[in-house]
């Protein structure tokens, strides 16, 4: 996807942290920002910034270019109503950030709870909501005929696990499978990938062990962080893509072709690392048969 002024971008988390810096990023170039957060403060704060970028682009206009939504992802209702003020208010969705999350907020090895406060929210903020806004998204895309990208904010802790917060780890994991498994989408024109960045310094990675931290090399900057995202919405042939990014070793799509082979129902026959197998093709049939893709 070009990104190019008139577009319009969804991004939950964009209050703070790496929500914030894409949905600015998203503003520099001209891109229309709805911010749903459930901290109005610093939402409100993100829409007057986004909002003085765009007026470059679009000095004359009279209507709002940014949005800010009090809104809490877990609940399906409110995130529904945010998707509608957004196509209300835009027209149109060409991205969708699914970005906001939290740590787990008691630990698991101490908790005594039934876990409504702590690895029950954990979970529906970071996979049930994810999984809602996904679905919100395509719909959105589908009712106006507008195919678009989404990017769900993963985490290298969904592709290793972190001990210290195994809920955590577990929901990002979720995020992983789900995002990759939705490729089909592609042929729909609506592409879905997930962005797993290791620790930048957010409110968040300052609730994490800073030993830990320094092991993994420190945190990187939050610009590897957006230009991963941005690689994600605007190469076209990636769908159902995974991106790793460390400070350590930088950007890496996950599994690598090699590792994903072994995973295939015919290993014995490997001509190449595009080679597409037995089961694939069976699962492409079956799509085929569910969905009205496009030839
Ligand atoms: N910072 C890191 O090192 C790191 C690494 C990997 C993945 N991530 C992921 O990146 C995403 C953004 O995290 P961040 O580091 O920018 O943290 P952050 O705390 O700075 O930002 C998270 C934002 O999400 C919002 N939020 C949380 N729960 C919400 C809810 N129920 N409804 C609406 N808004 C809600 C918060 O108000 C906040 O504005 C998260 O999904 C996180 O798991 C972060």
């Not at 939705?182 to 990938?193: D, E, M």
């Amino acid at each position: 996807m070009k990104l190019e002024p008139g577009l319009s971008a969804f991004v939950t988390g964009g209050a703070s942290g790496i929500g914030k810096a894409l949905s600015l990023t998203l503003a520099k170039k001209g891109v229309h920002v709805t911010i749903v957060d459930f901290s109005e403060v610093n939402g409100k704060e993100v829409s007057v910034l986004v909002e003085r970028e765009l007026k470059k682009f679009h000095p004359m206009l009279q209507a709002p270019s940014s949005l800010f939504i009090r809104c809490d992802v877990s609940n399906s209702g409110d995130l529904a109503a945010a998707f509608d003020k957004h196509m209300e208010s835009f027209g149109q969705l060409d991205i969708c950030i699914n970005c906001a999350g939290i740590s787990t907020p008691i630990s698991f090895y101490q908790d005594k709870s039934d876990g409504t406060s702590s690895w029950r929210r954990a979970v529906n903020v970071n996979l049930i909501a994810v999984i809602d806004g996904t679905h919100l998204a395509i719909k959105a895309m589908k009712d106006k005929g507008n195919p678009g990208v989404i990017i769900n904010i993963g985490s290298a802790s969904g592709l290793y696990p972190m001990h210290h917060d195994p809920i955590y780890s577990g929901t990002k994991g979720g995020v992983v499978m789900f995002t990759r498994s939705l490729i089909p989408y592609k042929r729909q024109g609506i592409r879905v990938n997930v962005l797993c960045p290791e620790f930048v310094l957010t409110e968040l990675a300052q609730k994490m062990d800073p030993k830990f931290i320094q092991l993994t090399g420190g945190f990187m900057t939050m610009n590897m962080v957006v230009e991963g995202a941005f690689e994600l919405i605007e190469d076209e042939t990636k769908a159902g893509a995974c991106l790793w990014i460390t400070k350590r070793r930088g950007m890496e799509y996950w599994p690598t072709h090699m590792e994903e082979r072994k995973y295939r129902v015919n290993p014995g026959n490997q001509r190449g690392a595009h080679h597409t197998s037995f089961l694939v093709l069976k699962f492409h049939a079956v799509l085929r048969k569910l969905f009205p893709f496009r030839s």
